[in-house]
């Protein structure tokens, strides 16, 4: 077995190699999903959702311009700007005239008319 943990016969790493190839490659993912979220409090971002009737992508503003900004959302081949507006829990946004809204908290969200019990588009998970 060579330094650097390949074994000259069979190509191989040594258990102590892989481990700490792994700890690598694990330590870079941590350090790639803080870098993301410490991003997002100053930079816009899009999030994408598959929803109960398919797909959207949300352009967000900067976390720290949440409260002011709005959002950009694209479904059906249509954009929408909408407004914040105030939720009891998550966050939440309204078209200029009132029609839609888009309401999130966490990774799940929901567009509906307001005021009409169904939902335009349900169960829409972050992917």
């Not at 650097?4 to 792994?22: F, Y």
Request: proline share 4%; net charge positive; hydrophobic share 40%.
């Amino acid at each position: 077995m060579s330094s650097t943990g390949l074994s000259s016969r069979t190509g191989q790493l040594s258990v102590r190699a892989r481990a700490l190839l792994l700890a690598l490659v694990a330590g870079s993912g941590f350090a790639h999903a803080a870098h993301a979220a410490d991003s997002r409090e100053t930079d816009a971002f899009v999030v994408s959702y598959r929803c109960d009737r398919g797909a959207v992508a949300v352009a967000y503003p900067a976390y720290r311009d949440a409260a002011t900004h709005p959002i950009r959302f694209a479904w059906q081949g249509r954009n929408y700007t909408m407004y914040p507006a105030r939720s009891g829990s998550g966050a939440r946004y309204l078209t200029r005239n009132g029609q839609l809204e888009w309401w999130t908290k966490g990774s799940d969200a929901f567009l509906a008319v307001p005021g009409v019990p169904d939902r335009v588009l349900d169960k829409c998970e972050a992917f």
